[in-house]
């Protein structure tokens, strides 16, 4: 399934066989895609501008379609970071704009996917050292540009570990703290944190306390 957050909320795009005996409930919608992105733009409008349903689920015949209909109606921003892991098991969190995150950041021209993670985590967050393990997910979000036109973030992870050190966030990037934290038991934090980080740290065995 190919999932993306758009304000917080949850699109699913599913084929078919993925749906099986599933039904709509007061929360959640599923319903086919009839080949019409007029249709795709009213269900985007529907969850950036509304709390009515926090998710949505949209299956065709035709998935991969589907799936590109619907990137076609953005402007696709490719970027890649990591979980990062020092020899105590401890996690590499900082702290942006108001939420706990991951580091992660745009691709440059050209640049691979792996390089940038790397490269995006040590200016992120100061770290040396850093060695990539095994990709984790991919996440998608979406936001909008200066000059409003939709973007939709891909965002590769990968499993990292790098021995631990201090760290120096990066305040041009907004980042005002750079710490390894233990989510060994969970985590509670008080402040908000992406629900796209929850994914990924749920992906790596890392769950939110209840």
């Known amino acids: 399934m190919y999932k993306i957050y758009i304000n917080g909320n949850l699109l699913i795009l599913a084929g078919e066989d993925e749906i099986h005996n599933k039904v709509s409930t007061k929360t959640s919608l599923i319903a086919p895609y009839t080949g019409k992105t007029k249709m795709l733009l009213s269900y985007i409008d529907m969850l950036e501008k509304t709390d009515r349903f926090d998710k949505i689920v949209l299956y ?3 998935p991969k379609k589907l799936v590109k209909d619907l990137e076609s109606l ?3 921003v490719k970027a890649a970071g990591g979980a990062v892991r020092e020899e105590s098991g401890k996690i590499l969190m900082i ?3 108001g939420h706990w995150d991951l580091p992660k ?3 440059d021209k050209g640049e691979k996917k792996k390089a940038a993670a790397i490269r995006e985590v040590e200016e992120e967050t100061g770290i040396n050292g850093v060695v990539l393990k095994k990709k984790i997910l991919t996440t998608r979000h979406s936001y909008r540009l200066k000059n409003g036109q939709r973007a939709l973030k891909k965002t590769y992870w990968y499993n990292m570990e790098a021995p631990h050190q201090k760290l120096t966030p990066q305040i041009d990037e907004d980042i005002v703290k750079a710490e390894w934290h233990d989510l060994s038991g969970g985590y509670d934090y008080q ?3 992406f629900k796209n980080i929850s994914d990924v740290l749920n992906q790596i065995g890392v769950s939110k306390k209840y």
Do not use: H, Q
């Open 95 to 97: 702290f942006r704009r």
């Open 74 to 76: 953005y402007t696709v």
């Open 60 to 62: 065709s015949s035709r």
């Open 105 to 107: 950041g745009k691709l």
């Open 191 to 193: 402040e908000p944190i």
